[in-house]
């Protein structure tokens, strides 16, 4: 499974367990990719800010690259913040088209990070009930699966290939086998991200920003065609707090 590990540079750089952990990934040949330096929002931060914290994690994922790539240069923007002025998007794009990055879009998104809070949580206050978390979790999960497969077919009248976005965590750790089984009940196979970003549908914005300010690519296409996704946002945290976060407060 040809997985991409976008990496925020101060957290990869401030221990040496960190820096193993790196390397063992790289190791198994898979790419690490650019995710900032301090994860800060590019709306928040100036342009200048934005540039330094690229270049200060492209230095530090260097030596893993030459030592274990070569592989494409690969960036996401924290919390999928693409700034928020005309002039912010400029200054990324050519940042991107200059160093010849892909951005990285994520079209199936989740809430995942709100999940694991609870899952560490419940490890030591309620674990009779982490089997009942998991298996709220990995509905959810697909819940934001089919969420995107509709707004796929809404907007390109297809299938596209998903992007899919899941961090490092424990709760993660714990189901990553019966996510991926889950996808290949979908009948998904798992290819990789520079194969994805080759498809037509993200060619025109390998290196651009499709909509400012923050979105997953679904919702930035919708927004750019003008086309509406059906309601609620299975993958926003809106939904978590009204829909998931009931249900595990009741574990």
């Known amino acids: 499974m040809p997985a991409t590990g976008f990496v925020i540079g101060h957290l990869g750089s401030e221990s040496n367990g960190n820096r193993e952990a790196l390397r063992i990934w790289a190791e198994a040949r898979l790419p690490l990719a650019n995710h900032s330096w301090t994860h800060s929002r590019y709306s928040k931060i100036t342009k200048e800010e934005f540039i330094s914290e690229l270049r200060n994690t492209e230095k530090l994922l260097e030596s893993y690259r030459k030592r274990f790539g070569p592989w494409p240069l690969a960036f996401r923007f924290p919390m999928l913040d693409q700034g928020d002025t005309k002039e912010k998007e400029k200054v990324a794009n050519d940042y991107f088209n200059s160093t010849n990055t892909y951005l990285a879009h994520v079209s199936i998104d989740t809430s995942d990070w709100a999940f694991a809070k609870y899952y560490n949580n419940f490890i030591s206050e309620n674990p009779t009930a982490i089997k009942k978390l998991e298996d709220l979790y990995l509905e959810h999960i697909f819940d934001c699966v089919a969420f995107s497969e509709e707004a796929s077919?809404?907007?390109?009248?297809?299938?596209?290939?998903?992007?899919?976005?899941?961090?490092?965590?424990?709760?993660?750790?714990?189901?990553?086998?019966?996510?991926?089984e889950g996808f290949r009940q979908r009948q998904y196979k798992f290819i990789s991200f520079p194969e994805a970003m080759n498809d037509v549908a993200y060619q025109p914005y390998q290196h651009k920003i499709v909509h400012q300010p923050s979105d997953h690519f679904f919702l930035n296409m919708s927004s750019l065609q003008g086309i509406q996704l059906s309601k609620p946002d299975k993958s926003s945290y809106q939904y978590f707090q009204s829909h998931w976060e009931p249900k595990i407060k009741k574990l």
């Open 153 to 180: 077919e809404k907007i390109f009248s297809k299938q596209i290939p998903q992007i899919f976005l899941i961090h490092a965590n424990s709760l993660n750790a714990a189901v990553l086998g019966k996510i991926i």
